[in-house]
């Protein structure tokens, strides 16, 4: 079985600042899809940004962005210029590329907070 | 388009008591999944539908969970008899099967067993 490991409980970073959430997850398949949600207080699952393990590239969203590590099994997420509007939980999750197994496998989060 | 839509938000009831968790998936979406979130175990998935059929229950906890998929456009998690145990918030989740999949969360039902 797929496990997916945030070995932060919590970070904290400047407003304007850059931080670096870590995730590293277990698999013995070949394809898959990594994602970053992030849970604000309203408790609403957003998407961050995902990436296609094939994909070499490291994928992008505005101010997202990853650093896939395919043979480390290491998947993190970059946020630069932190805004107060990024406090919130972040869930790296992983799901197979198998059709028939098509559930996230979530990390335990971790508690981003944004010091004004 | 509106989301994926649970009802009720917040449900408080005494132990022993059934319950009934309410999800109304994107439309034109064929797979929706149902996860809880605890404090101790985190988010996990419980059952999701592929076409209105299931096909992983096995994070069902026990035979007091049971989910069902009538339609395309509705689904229900009933627990009977809840336990102060299941006190959670239960999300619903959509997807369209194309694609990434990228599953959609709803608002979320926050359950107190008391």
């Known amino acids: 079985a797929q496990t997916v490991t945030q070995s932060q409980p919590e970070m904290s970073v400047q407003e304007a600042e850059t931080v670096t959430l870590s995730c590293t997850y277990d698999?013995?398949?070949?394809?898959?899809?990594l994602f970053w949600y992030k849970q604000p207080p309203s408790r609403q699952m957003i998407l961050v940004i995902r990436?296609?393990?094939?994909?070499?590239q490291n994928a992008t969203e505005n101010r997202f962005s990853v650093n896939f590590q395919k043979a480390a099994k290491s998947f993190s997420l970059k946020i630069s210029d932190s805004q107060l509007g990024d406090a919130a939980m972040y869930f790296c999750a992983y799901r197979s590329a198998y059709e028939g197994a098509q559930k996230l496998v979530f990390g335990q989060g971790t508690r981003l907070t944004i010091n004004p | 388009d509106a989301g994926v839509i649970q009802s009720p938000r917040h449900e408080v009831t005494e132990m022993g008591q059934e319950v009934t968790l309410r999800c109304k998936p994107i439309?034109?979406?064929?797979?929706l999944f149902w996860y809880r979130q605890t404090m101790m175990r985190g988010l996990e998935l419980l059952i999701y539908f592929n076409n209105n059929v299931p096909i992983d229950d096995s994070g069902m906890p026990e035979d007091r969970f049971s989910a069902k998929m009538p339609n395309a456009s509705f689904s229900t998690l009933k627990i009977q008899p809840s336990e102060p145990r299941d006190s959670a918030v239960y999300f619903c989740a959509s997807s369209h099967r194309l694609g990434y999949n990228e599953q959609f969360f709803g608002p979320g039902t926050r359950l107190t067993v008391l």
């Open positions: 990436q296609e393990a094939y994909k070499q």
């Open positions: 439309s034109g979406h064929n797979s």
């Open positions: 698999t013995s398949e070949s394809d898959y899809y």
